[in-house]
């Protein structure tokens, strides 16, 4: 073929996300003559094929040409959709390298992402510590994007971050008369930030705060039921204030999943909380949609979600929380493939006694029992069944709202800290009771007469094995609480009283 019709093949490397994950994409530039066209093949959506123009604006105010030749962009593998506008650079880059404008061999050797303005100048995008890292896995020797995700791509070690602020500046990076300084990684906040809510709110109510804290020592879940007014939100807002700081593997993961979701600004620092509207859809709630989207109990993970008046949720929406509670895991099908988010989180509920809020007992509840029973019908024996600790709250006394402040979060995380540190040294880095194995729990040391309690509570209320193995753990807690060597009959008791469904 003569070289004055000859096409032109230029590639680059850059990343898609897909769910929380980045996966690469090879871009392929072709030019060659022709009548004047730009096409994006390779599952684009809508954001990725306006690239064209964003491209095409971006080249030609930076002062660089643009190919008046039929251009035909290939984002391989074809069978993966991409989505988002962070492909930009990289199909900038691998244009002026096809027409001859940027000569670069390291070019196939990084990897590229970042949205492109108008005039050049880029935009932060979604999951940038996510694609640092795929980058690094794919073998990248650094990655180049925008600016402002400088600091949280250096979280991830083993690759050089080269912040770029405009698409002109790739001329003099290429022709050496540019180094820009690597950027240092963004601190990770490990514990909730200075003023965050405190425990010593929560005034009077002492059985709600010792629920509180077994539920954040041994990360179980908790369903509180009272009356409007009487704390049950109030403590949920500061359970993230008791339980024991992140690990550093752990902030990572937070943060990438946060990245992810576009909320990495808006993370406070800590263990995460949640707390979705009770109009929320099963799959805003546990992910869903085209591509995969992380949902509320991912962004959750490793922290607490908070749903607010359970019964008024769909119940759709509350089933699908089941699998999820018991794996830590959850599992979206696709036509695609299967994509498995983590969703290790503490469910925390509150819920009324009845439509009216009042509750039976009160003289002023209109309710009937059949309102009653379809109102906590939205509750399944099933999803009831996988939640821990089953907390009644009363409606606190004026002396007590008026009285001295509660204990501090500071002087109950620091009990918390000590019964997760026997949790780690028992179950391995990381783990807590919550997160026993059926084997686990059943080989917890078990004294003789907690033994017999327990063995004739399951024969005469016909529990469920999962109940049995719930008890267990909620029991080994509270041993764990108590600094005791095996679960004794006062243990098993408790934990027991703790999960009737009856006494919430």
């Known amino acids: 073929m003569p070289p004055s019709v000859a096409a ?10 897909d769910g929380i994950s980045a996966r690469p994409v090879r871009v392929e530039v072709d030019v060659h003559r022709g009548l004047p ?4 093949v390779g599952l684009p959506d809508a954001a990725v094929r306006e690239a064209r123009e964003r491209v095409r604006a971006a080249l030609v105010n930076c002062g660089f040409e643009f190919p008046l030749r039929r251009i035909v962009v290939n984002l391989a593998p074809a069978s993966l959709r991409k989505a988002g506008p962070g492909m930009d650079l990289a199909i900038a880059a691998a244009l002026l390298s096809a027409s001859g404008e940027l000569e670069w061999e390291r070019l196939v050797r990084v990897a590229l992402a970042g949205e492109l303005a108008l005039d050049g100048s880029l935009r932060p995008v979604q999951g940038a510590l996510a694609i640092a890292e795929a980058a690094r896995e794919s073998g990248a020797e650094a990655i180049l994007l925008p600016a402002e995700n400088g600091a949280e791509a250096a979280l991830a070690e083993g690759i ?16 050496g008369a540019w180094d820009p300084p690597r950027p240092e990684p963004m601190p990770l906040r490990l514990d909730p930030p200075p003023g965050a809510p405190d425990l010593a709110d929560l005034r009077g109510q002492p059985h709600l705060r010792h629920a509180l804290e077994v539920a954040a020592a ?31 593997g752990d902030a990572l993961e937070v943060a990438r999943i946060a990245s992810a979701c576009g909320r990495l600004d808006s993370l406070p620092g800590g263990r995460p909380f949640r707390a979705p509207h009770h109009t929320v859809s ?5 992910g869903g949609g085209s591509p995969p989207r992380a949902g509320e109990v991912t962004i959750a993970h490793r922290g607490v979600l908070f749903l607010d008046e359970l019964c008024e949720f769909r119940r759709d929406a509350l089933e699908a929380l089941r699998a999820p509670l018991e794996t830590g895991e959850v599992a979206i099908a696709r036509v695609g493939g299967q994509r498995v ?24 509840c209109a309710c009937s029992p059949y309102e009653v029973q379809r109102y906590q019908g939205k509750l399944s024996g099933a999803l009831a069944d996988r939640i821990d600790i089953l907390a009644a709250v009363r409606q606190p006394s004026a002396a007590e709202i008026g009285g001295p402040p509660g204990e501090a979060s500071a002087a ?26 059926p084997a686990e729990a059943r080989a917890c040391p078990l004294g003789e007469s907690a033994a017999t309690l327990l063995a004739d509570l399951y024969a005469r209320q016909r529990l469920s094995g999962r109940a049995h193995d719930r008890a267990l753990r909620l029991a080994q807690t509270l041993t764990d609480l108590a600094g005791l060597a095996e679960i004794g009959e006062e243990q098993m008791a408790q934990a027991l009283q703790m999960r009737r469904r009856e006494h919430a």
């Open 341 to 364: 988010l983590p969703c290790r989180f503490m469910l925390v509920a509150a819920a009324n006694p009845c439509p009216c809020g009042r509750g039976e007992t009160d003289p002023d």
């Open 37 to 40: 066209n730009f096409t994006i």
């Open 412 to 437: 109950v995380r620091e009990r918390v800290r000590a019964a997760r540190e026997r949790q780690e040294q028992r179950l391995g880095s990381g783990r807590c009771n919550a997160e026993m194995t």
């Open 8 to 17: 032109v093949l230029a590639t680059a490397r850059t990343f898609t996300l």
């Open 218 to 248: 041994g990360g179980h879940s908790l369903l509180m039921v009272g009356p409007p007014g009487a704390g049950k939100s109030l403590s949920a807002s500061r359970l993230p204030s008791i339980l024991p700081p992140l690990a550093v």
């Open 282 to 286: 099963a799959a805003g709630l546990v």
């Open 160 to 175: 050089e971050v080269i912040p770029v602020e405009a698409l002109g500046q790739l001329t003099a990076l290429v022709a």
